[in-house]
């Protein structure tokens, strides 16, 4: 595994170079935003770790400027605790995960495990919560080990809550996602279809995923790292 580290701070970036080598990941390491745009435009990397304030261009910039030519190589960004609004800028960027500062080197190798998962998976075609996945190309899903039959519908509304597992959906961004059409904002559509998904997904479950957001929506369960489901 191919992995930029952008760090200007040397101690820094000297730890991160150690703790990756030692795990076996090929590391080239960066000081400065304009160089590391270079970098990260012309050459293959699997996952490149980026600190946000750098000389020349910073870190939301690059990040802003690789999704912008569609390079989707896997972004986690390092952030001081303070940074709070930058990290959110950064998510909404498409980065794929972020750590503050401090933080263990094996915490930054579970992070870069699980995200060049996801993009593999992604490339598959597969999405994967806890031992729920959706096959997008084939339409099925499963549960475990149990098939579950869907309608287009109710697919549709588990691929959007699949997509981003944590994030919450109103009712309207459901049914602007899932029936796309001009609707009667007094429609059950989509608690019906919820209600229909819930039993067919997470009845025979000892962890359901799909969960109510009193007065909100709804969303699916972020899977634990052990594969069940985040109660939190
Ligand atoms: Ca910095």
Request: charge should be neutral; charged fraction near 35%; hydrophobic fraction near 40%.
């Amino acid at each position: 595994m191919r992995v930029l580290v952008v760090e200007d701070e040397r101690k820094i970036a000297g730890f991160i170079r150690q703790g990756l080598e030692e795990h076996g990941f090929a590391v080239e390491v960066c000081g400065n935003g304009d160089e590391a745009y270079t970098l990260a435009t012309t050459r293959p990397y699997d996952t490149i770790i980026l600190d946000i304030m750098l000389p020349g261009r910073d870190g939301l910039s690059i990040l802003r400027g690789l999704r912008e030519r569609k390079n989707t190589v896997p972004v986690i960004l390092v952030t001081a605790r303070t940074e709070l609004n930058e990290r959110l800028d950064g998510l909404n960027l498409g980065a794929d995960d972020y750590l503050t500062k401090p933080f263990y080197v094996e915490e930054l190798i579970a992070r870069i495990h699980a995200v060049s998962r996801r993009v593999k998976d992604d490339q598959l075609g597969l999405l994967q919560v806890g031992d729920l996945t959706v096959d997008l190309m084939q339409r099925k899903v499963r549960r475990g080990e149990r098939e579950v039959e869907l309608t287009a519908r109710e697919f549709g509304l588990l691929e959007r809550l699949m997509r981003t597992p944590g994030r919450v959906f109103t009712r309207t961004q459901l049914l602007e996602h899932v029936w796309g059409y001009d609707f009667d904002p007094e429609t059950n559509l989509v608690d019906v279809n919820i209600r229909r998904l819930r039993k067919k997904v997470d009845d025979e479950s000892a962890s359901p995923l799909i969960e109510t957001v009193r007065g909100v929506g709804y969303r699916l369960r972020k899977a634990a790292p052990d594969g069940r489901a985040d109660a939190r």
